[in-house]
């Protein structure tokens, strides 16, 4: 059994070749070439440890090649975009019954997206909104005595007086410089009984 060329065959990630298939092979032809293979690269055909661990890896690559091209979702994946479409996360959500064209505009979003996480995770966005609220007349109403008016007085009693007291926001972001260097900068503003106030921060 020749290893050496397979294995370059597996370097390559052409799952086609590596089955020695064509790329318009049918199901059947694709479930035959893996019955050979895996019979061929099992590692319990194998006692020598060094061959028995190569005839292992081979073995896994056949297996991945065969759940690749014997899967029509994937297949089409694999056919418009090699590996790196199959590496993507979100296909499982994507219809399959999508044309080559509409594949590769899928990966393309699934890519922006991915991108995008990242770019929230490096920036690491983070904000909190304090808010306090004086709601004392809602349990402990003032002195119906101030209004002359029984009425009114009867009215105005009955609607609680809630009033926003302060409020406060608080934002950071981080922006990496190197690897190993991140610059941060965080913002502050508060507002307490008409007066407000604000910062700005910058570290890293």
Known sequence: MDFDSDEENV?????????????EATKEEINNAYRRLS????PDKHVDPALKAKAEIMFNKTKRAYEVLSDPHQRAIYDSLGTKGLETEGWEIVQRTKTPAEIRAEYEQLAEERAERRKKQATNPTGNITIAINATDL?????????????ESDFI??????????MQFNQSVDFPLTQKDTCTLSGQLQTQNGTGRGGINLSW
């Open 11 to 23: 370097i390559e990630e052409d799952f086609y070749s590596f089955l020695n298939v064509p790329k």
């Open 39 to 42: 019979r061929m690269y099992h």
């Open 139 to 151: 349990f402990n109403p003032y002195d119906n005595e101030l209004f002359d008016d029984e009425f």
């Open 157 to 166: 009693s009955s609607i609680p007086s809630i009033e926003v007291s302060s």
